[in-house]
C-alpha cells in the first residue's frame, strides 16, 4: 500500500467517524479536515466533494464485506456452518469498525446518483451472497427465503445500537448465539398458527 493509499484510508476512517457522530446531512467538509488532522483543501486531493466522501466509505465497507465473505464462504461446505460465517464474518468486521456499520445503516439514503446506483449493486451482490446461504437450507421456499434474509440483515445490521463487548461477547460468541437463534428460535418445541401459539408435544 503506498503512502497515498494509507493517508486515503485515514481520511476515510474519519470520514466514517464524522457521519455516525453528526450525521450526513449536519457533517461538513471542515469537520471531516478537522477529524483526520488536514486541511481542507488538502482533502480534496482525496475527494470531488463530500458526497464522494460518503460513496467512497460505502464502497469501501462493500467491497470489504463481499471480499471477507467469498473468502470465508469458499472453506466451508455444511450449511449451518455457512450461516454462521455470514454472522461472524459481518460482525467481525463492524464491531472492529463500528463508525461503518452507522454509516452504511443510517446515511446510506443520502448517496445521489451516480454513486447511490453503484452502491445499490454491491448490496444486491452481497444480498445475493447471504440469500444463496439460506437458500440451501431444505423446504426453503421463494416468500420464506426472502423474509428469512431480510430478517438476517435486520438482526445483523442494527447491531451497534445494544451490542455491549463486555455482556455480549466478541464476535465468534456472538455469532453462535445469533446463529444459534436464527436457526432454532427460543422455544423450538412451539410452532405459531395464524390464530394463537400451538404447542407440539
Not at 500500500?1 to 457521519?19: I, K, N, S
Not at 486531493?45 to 469501501?60: E, F, P
Not at 437450507?137 to 416468500?143: D, E, K, L, M, S
Not at 430478517?151 to 461477547?169: A, K
Request: glycine fraction near 6%; include cysteine.
Amino acid at each position: 500500500m503506498t503512502a497515498y493509499d494509507q493517508r486515503r484510508e485515514h481520511v476515510l476512517d474519519g470520514c466514517a467517524q464524522v457521519f455516525a457522530e453528526k450525521g450526513y446531512d449536519s457533517a461538513s467538509i471542515r469537520d471531516i479536515a478537522r477529524a483526520v488532522e488536514m486541511s481542507a483543501g488538502g482533502l480534496y486531493h482525496y475527494c470531488s466533494n463530500k458526497q464522494d466522501l460518503l460513496y467512497q466509505v460505502c464502497d469501501r465497507a462493500f467491497r470489504s464485506l463481499i471480499a471477507r465473505l467469498e473468502e470465508g464462504l469458499s472453506h466451508v461446505d455444511d450449511p449451518q456452518e455457512r450461516l454462521y460465517t455470514v454472522f461472524v464474518t459481518h460482525l467481525t468486521y463492524f464491531l472492529d469498525r463500528p463508525d461503518e456499520l452507522i454509516t452504511l445503516t443510517e446515511n446510506l439514503s443520502s448517496l445521489t446518483p451516480p454513486g447511490s446506483a453503484k452502491i445499490r449493486e454491491l448490496q444486491r451482490c452481497y444480498y445475493d451472497i447471504v440469500s444463496g446461504v439460506l437458500a440451501s437450507f431444505p423446504g426453503i421456499t421463494a416468500t420464506s427465503l426472502r423474509v428469512a434474509t431480510m430478517t438476517l440483515f435486520g438482526s445483523i445490521n442494527w447491531v451497534h445500537t445494544w451490542y455491549r463487548r463486555g455482556i455480549d461477547g466478541g464476535a465468534d460468541e456472538l455469532a453462535r448465539v445469533m446463529t444459534d437463534l436464527f436457526l432454532n428460535g427460543l422455544a423450538p418445541a412451539y410452532k405459531c398458527s395464524p390464530s394463537s401459539p400451538k404447542h407440539v408435544d
